[in-house]
Each structure stands twice: as structure tokens, then as C-alpha cells.
């Protein structure tokens, strides 16, 4: 079974500033798709990057941009020029390109915490 | 554009008493549809999804049940609620068809089971 560990409970940056958060996972399939959700304390869970496992072009949306290393199961998060609108939970996600069975499946990591100090 | 709309936004209910919550998407057809639920500091859990009208897969044993009357209406629901039934539901949507397509999220309910 696929797992998704994100082994920062809490981060903090300062406003500006550029933050990593990590992600690894642990699967036996060769393609698959990651990404990292948002959410903020409106609890609403907000699509931040995508990323297919087939491209080795690590994705970019904005400020936010990932470092996907597949050989070593990992997949972090940068944020660049950290606004206080950062501050949420953040949750990588491993969704399997199986279709069928659990059609829905996004298996979660734990999330990680970011505040974002003016 | 696609919306999803997800209500009502926050719900108390006495143990025993039924529930309902529902969530319609705008923008698009046939898509996938799922309930999630997620529990203090934790990532979501899948509870049910659909692939379509009166299709409904559960995920997980529990005391809820979800139903599909309409192409892009989902319902979730319980005769009974627990104590335990209490927390965070999220709707969700996909477009149909390939696997991995990004999963879209609602603004989500917050159930207090008392």
C-alpha cells in the first residue's frame, strides 16, 4: 500500500522569505501523480501544484514550485516570497493512475503547519 | 468554470438524530464525486465516491451511506448519527475519465454530534 509521510508537523518563515516543506512516499508503481494541497482556517481544501510522475520537469505554479526526485520517493514544496496568506496547512497527497477501485483514492500525508511571522 | 457548493456549512445534531449533507457541482458533467471526512490533524479519508448516477462505492464500514440522485448532486447521509460521526466532511469532484485527474474540493461541513 502506498504511504505519504511529511515529517514537519510545524514550519515558520518569515514574510519574503523562501520556505521548503518535505514530502516522501513509499509506492511500487512507476506512475502516479502527487500534489500539494492548501488549507487555510476556512478548513477549505485548495489545489496548489500538480505533479505527474512521468515528467521529469518539476511543476511551478507562481511562487510555489516542487522538487520532485522520483528514484528517492520525494516531493517538497518551495514557496518563494512567503505573503501572510501562506500561513495554512499544507498536505502532500499520492493519487494512483490505476483506474478503477478506489477511483478517488488521494492518500494523505499528515500535513505540515505553516506560519508565516511579519 | 466549475464550481462545487457544499451545505450546510456547519451542522449540530443530537445522537440518534438523522443527517444530511449535500453538495452539487456546476460547469461540468458526469463527473467523479466523492465524501471525505477528516478527523483533528490528520490528513482525509475517502468514504464514498461515484462514478455516476446511482453508483455509489463506500470505502470504510461506518453508520453513514451516500447517495447520487442527480448526475452532479451527492448526498450524504445517516439514520442515526453516532457520536463518533462527528467531524469534517469534504465534497469533492473530478472530471471523468482519465485516472489522476486533479480531485477538487468544497467548502466543507463541520458536524457536531452532541
Known amino acids: 500500500a502506498q504511504t505519504v509521510t511529511q515529517s514537519q508537523p510545524e514550519m515558520s518563515v518569515q514574510e519574503a522569505e523562501t520556505v521548503t516543506l518535505s514530502c516522501t512516499y513509499d509506492?511500487?508503481?512507476?506512475?502516479?501523480?502527487l500534489f500539494w494541497y492548501k488549507q487555510p482556517p476556512s478548513r477549505q481544501m485548495i489545489l496548489v501544484i500538480r505533479?505527474?510522475?512521468?515528467?521529469?520537469q518539476n511543476a511551478t505554479e507562481n511562487r510555489f514550485s516542487v522538487n520532485f526526485q522520483k528514484a528517492a520517493k520525494s516531493f517538497s514544496l518551495k514557496i518563494s516570497d512567503s505573503q501572510l496568506g501562506d500561513a495554512a496547512m499544507y498536505f502532500c497527497?499520492?493519487?494512483?493512475?490505476?483506474?478503477?477501485?478506489?477511483?478517488?483514492?488521494?492518500?494523505f500525508g499528515k500535513g505540515t503547519k505553516l506560519s508565516v511571522k511579519p | 468554470s466549475q464550481t462545487i457548493h457544499q451545505w450546510p456549512a456547519t451542522l449540530v445534531q443530537p445522537v440518534g438524530s438523522p443527517l444530511s449533507l449535500e453538495c452539487t457541482v456546476e460547469?461540468?458533467?458526469?463527473?467523479?464525486l466523492y465524501w471525505y471526512r477528516q478527523a483533528a490533524g490528520r490528513g482525509l479519508q475517502l468514504l464514498f465516491y461515484?462514478?455516476?448516477?446511482?453508483?455509489i462505492s463506500s470505502e470504510v464500514p461506518q453508520n453513514l451511506s451516500a447517495s447520487r440522485p442527480q448526475d452532479r448532486q451527492f448526498i450524504l447521509s445517516s439514520k442515526k448519527l453516532l457520536l463518533s460521526d462527528s467531524g469534517f466532511y469534504l465534497c469533492?469532484?473530478?472530471?471523468?475519465?482519465?485516472?489522476?485527474?486533479?480531485?477538487?474540493f468544497g467548502e466543507g461541513s463541520w458536524l457536531t454530534v452532541v
Open positions: 469533492a469532484w473530478s472530471p471523468a475519465g482519465t485516472a489522476g485527474n486533479t480531485i477538487y
Open positions: 509506492t511500487s508503481e512507476s506512475d502516479y501523480y
Open positions: 505533479q505527474e510522475a512521468y515528467k521529469q
Open positions: 497527497a499520492y493519487r494512483s493512475s490505476h483506474y478503477g477501485g478506489s477511483q478517488g483514492n488521494l492518500i
Open positions: 460547469g461540468t458533467s458526469n463527473p467523479n
Open positions: 461515484s462514478v455516476g448516477i446511482g453508483q
